[in-house]
């Protein structure tokens, strides 16, 4: 399906020439560098249209074409910064955008291709859990159809390139419940939001990657992944109807099995924007100018866990010790005391609004919000960083939230909640942020990033411990010129151009993320 305006009006690829004309960026050190505009942007759109610049053409700021313009990722551009740097950096096929929904949990969801013929899923991308799982034979799933939109379903025997997984493999954690070391592997995974879980058994198939160069190649990796059969409580309502991907550190997630495989190095970066779309990068080592600390390994269930020193609130700074989960499955930051009243009430001393007051039996979730007037249009609050072990500052470009609590009236909140025990930076506080998961290195790297911008310093050298295998040559089984009917029932291709679908379906569901939701997977 088309998109309107994606090819009836001339459109001008200003990208050298706006890079030069809008002027030069700070230089440094290695030479002179030049900010970088996406070609929508409102300091590209002012700059032509004070130029009067002939059959250039801008979609309205907010509607369908103007977030599909954003969301289709200029793969020669990058390509041709990650082969200066000699990187081997993998992304989904279907390509690395990322879109925040705020209907679906206010997570970060990408588009994946799986089996032969492939078929494509809406997946969460979660930090904060390991298991890649999807809506497969359903027993218990969250319905199919979404607006005018409907949902994949997996089968496995439907795909020609399905293999079970038996209780014998060494990824089964449910052995104990297996009949025999034949049978199919099990699974069941329960997360911290109330009575929240996805059950099944565990199979092999085909995940589509493509190489981030400017001759992109098909990569067909052989993953391991959930048969999701029975899903519960927010799978059903507000959050990953489509499945969920699992970024961990334990073994079965897809980055691992990547590193395990020679495919990629053992580290993946997720860049979230501020105005919702993001990137994902699978092998992505960072940069020599990012901020750095200490991954805090627990032997028990190894997470994405660092330690924090301390909190900056405006001018003053808070001393305190306290480790936190970094995990793009949850909506929103999560603190225990003494972290929650100490950033809550620095925050508050230094807000001039007047503090709104929820109806208690509301179920209002956050503590701390404030009245905007009708005509306000900026909020200033104060900056928020957190010290990390190492003395790096972790940014939060987007601590607040704005909510209509009703027509003409509105209100902005700390996004912050009280934890009971768990410290949990959740997606919100990595707004603005490139952040590098470095597994090999044991570090979490960041710096504030556009995730339209190509990247001005060279990569870090990669070092990877296992044998590198060559990406898989043509032919691929991955239909690059079609995409799937949307069916529970059948895969059979039908014409759609891959990067239209993926944008519209992006789209579509951006411009239709209107409810309230909170989610901890």
Partial sequence: MAIAGSGSRPLIRLWLLLAVALGPAASSATGLGFEFHHRFSDRVRQWAEARAIPGVWWPEKGAAEYYAALAHHDRALHGRSLADAGGSELTFVDGNATVRLSSLGFLHYAIVALGTPNVTFLVA???????????????????????????????????????????????????????????SCPYIVQYLSENTSSSGVLVEDILYLTTEDTTARVVEAPIVFGCGMVQTGSFLRSAAPNGLFGLGMENISVPSILSSKGLTSNSFSMCFGRDGFGRITFGHKGSSDQLETALIIDSRHASYKININGIIVGNSSIDMLFSAIVDSGTSFTYLADPAYTNLA?????????????????????????????????????????????????LPVNDPIIVIEIQKMQSIYCLAVLKSTGLNIIGQN????????????????????????????SSNLSVHNSSTTHAAAPAPSTYTQEATKVRSNTAQAPVAVAPSIHSSHFLTSLFLTSLIFSLVIL
């Fill in 429 to 456: 506080f990595l707004t603005g942020l490139r952040v590098v998961f470095d597994r090999e290195r044991l570090i979490l790297g960041w710096k504030n990033f556009d995730c339209y911008s190509l990247e001005n």
């Fill in 125 to 183: 991308l979660d930090t904060g859990s390991d298991l890649f799982w999807v809506p497969c034979d359903c027993l218990q799933c969250a319905p199919t159809e979404y607006g005018n939109l409907m949902f994949d379903i997996y089968s496995p025997s439907r795909s020609s390139t399905s293999q079970s997984i038996l209780c014998s493999n060494s990824l089964c954690d449910l052995q104990n419940s297996c009949p025999g070391a034949t049978s």
């Fill in 345 to 393: 009430e620095s925050f508050d001393e230094r807000v001039q609004e007047k503090r709104y007051k929820a109806d208690a039996n509301a179920g209002f979730p956050f503590d701390y919000c404030y009245e905007l007037s009708p005509t306000q249009t900026t909020i200033s609050g104060p900056k928020i960083n957190l010290k990390t072990d190492g003395g790096s500052g």
